[in-house]
Structure formats: structure tokens, C-alpha cells
């Protein structure tokens, strides 16, 4: 069974781009498009899609209410959301209001299809920006309620609360002592927000052995995916 799309976007030439190149992935199916919020919700009702992909800023409904909206009434549906913005306003209420994707328009078709694939199956997957702002408002909130708890009781630890809030990561008791020095350091440069490549040219290492990096830290922590990673990173005080 093809995974089925849903599109959402006001600039019908998005659209249009979209659904050409979506439709060459022999996994995937384009069955509807909204040039707005209000359409994505009325078609989504009656599509049933696996995926929704959309903008944030649409006429009539934004993106932030449309995916509140899309979730409560169809809790299962995935999605993501392909923007221009990458800054905290836009994704931490993204990430709240349920996304499980958040990318920027700049991405290579192939990693977009990557990332559909990846949110279908139940991963979660942010643009490495989108990810560097995430980490920065939980790093901040982790360290003011660490300073309040430790005021009030300094002999008990405390969990970082904003993680429960936007849905991301699970609790693992997995240390960094079973990582290398060099995983450590990836993973700590991945919760800094850095794509593959960019870990690549700061390491000087190939951006194929980075991904051979990452495939054996998320193995060794139990961790599904970067983002899980990134916040296991930020919580623990693993960041480099």
C-alpha cells in the first residue's frame, strides 16, 4: 500500500511542484491538496491520509491550528510541516500542536522523500535548525527549573518537564561511557543542530562515516532516532 498525501500550502505553484515529484516515488500517493487550513481539515476528514505535508502560514487557517485540529480528530494522522522558518516561534508551537516532521523548503527531493518515509513509520525527523532551537528552549527551561527545584530541594533530581510537554524522547538509563570519543562528540554536535555534512567538515571525516557514527550511538542509547538523540544529549549534559 502506497503511503497517501495529503498537501497543504497556499502557493498552488508549491503545490503543483509537490505532487510532480511526489508522484515519481512508487511508495507514495498524492490524494488531495488545500490551499489552505480550513481545506486541509475538510479533506483530511474525508481522505483519510497517512500524511499530511504543509505550509505554516496559510490564509484562513494557519498551520499551527490546522495541525491542533488535524490531530484531534484524527489522533493517528502523521505531519509535517515544510516552511521557510526555522526560528523558535514557529517550531516549538509546530512541535507542540503534534507535528512529527518539520523542514525547510531548501530540502533535496530525495531527503523529503526520506522524511516521509521516516515520519509514516513513527519517527520523528526535524531540519537540523528546527532542531537547534529546540534544544536551545529545552537546554534554558532544564537549567531554570533545575535551579528552582535545587533551591527547594536540593537532594532530589528533577525531569525536565518542556520534554513532556512537546511529546519528544524517552527516559534511558544508558550512559556515555559506552559511547566512543568519537560518537560522543557527534552526538554532542548533533544536539548543537548540525546536519551530517556539517558534522562531516567540522570532524573532518566523511559524511558516510558520520552516518556509520550515528547508526551505532542510537544503537548503543536505544534511541529511534537524531532527534531522540539530541534531546538524551541535552538533558543528560552530554552537549560538547
Known amino acids: 500500500m502506497p503511503i497517501t498525501i495529503l498537501l497543504a500550502?497556499?502557493?498552488?505553484?508549491?503545490?503543483?511542484?509537490?505532487?510532480?515529484?511526489?508522484?515519481?516515488?512508487?511508495?507514495?500517493?498524492v490524494v488531495?491538496?488545500?490551499?489552505?487550513?480550513?481545506?486541509?481539515?475538510?479533506?483530511?476528514?474525508?481522505?483519510?491520509?497517512?500524511?499530511?505535508?504543509?505550509?505554516?502560514?496559510?490564509?484562513?487557517?494557519?498551520?499551527?491550528?490546522t495541525a491542533r485540529r488535524l490531530r484531534a480528530i484524527l489522533p493517528g494522522i502523521r505531519i509535517i510541516v515544510l516552511t521557510s522558518f526555522s526560528d523558535q516561534d514557529h517550531v516549538v508551537p509546530a512541535v507542540r500542536a503534534g507535528v512529527k516532521g518539520y523542514l525547510l523548503k531548501d530540502i533535496e527531493p530525495e531527503d523529503l522523500a526520506a522524511a516521509i518515509r521516516n515520519v509514516h513509520a513513527g519517527q520523528v525527523e526535524l531540519h537540523p535548525?528546527?532542531?537547534?532551537?529546540?534544544?536551545?528552549?529545552?537546554a534554558s527551561s532544564e537549567l531554570s527549573m533545575n535551579e528552582a527545584h535545587g533551591r527547594a530541594n536540593p537532594h532530589t533530581s528533577t525531569r525536565l518537564p518542556e520534554q513532556e510537554r512537546i511529546g519528544l524522547g524517552k527516559e534511558t538509563s544508558h550512559g556515555p561511557?559506552?559511547?566512543t570519543r568519537r560518537e560522543r562528540e557527534v552526538l554532542g554536535l548533533i544536539a548543537q543542530g548540525l546536519s551530517n555534512k556539517e558534522i562531516a567538515i567540522k570532524l573532518i571525516i566523511t559524511e558516510k562515516t558520520v552516518k556509520t557514527h550515528v547508526s551505532h550511538l542510537l544503537d548503543k542509547l536505544g534511541l529511534a532516532d537524531r532527534t531522540?538523540?539530541?534531546?538524551h544529549a541535552v538533558r543528560n549534559g552530554w552537549v560538547v
Do not use: C, W, Y
Open 9 to 29: 500550502d497556499d502557493h498552488a505553484m508549491v503545490r503543483r511542484g509537490l505532487h510532480v515529484f511526489l508522484s515519481t516515488q512508487p511508495d507514495m500517493e
Open 32 to 65: 488531495g491538496e488545500a490551499s489552505n487550513g480550513q481545506e486541509a481539515l475538510e479533506q483530511a476528514e474525508q481522505l483519510h491520509p497517512d500524511v499530511v505535508l504543509m505550509d505554516l502560514h496559510m490564509p484562513v487557517l494557519d498551520g499551527i491550528e
Open 129 to 138: 535548525a528546527a532542531a537547534g532551537q529546540l534544544m536551545h528552549v529545552m
Open 177 to 179: 561511557d559506552m559511547l
Open 228 to 231: 531522540q538523540a539530541a534531546l
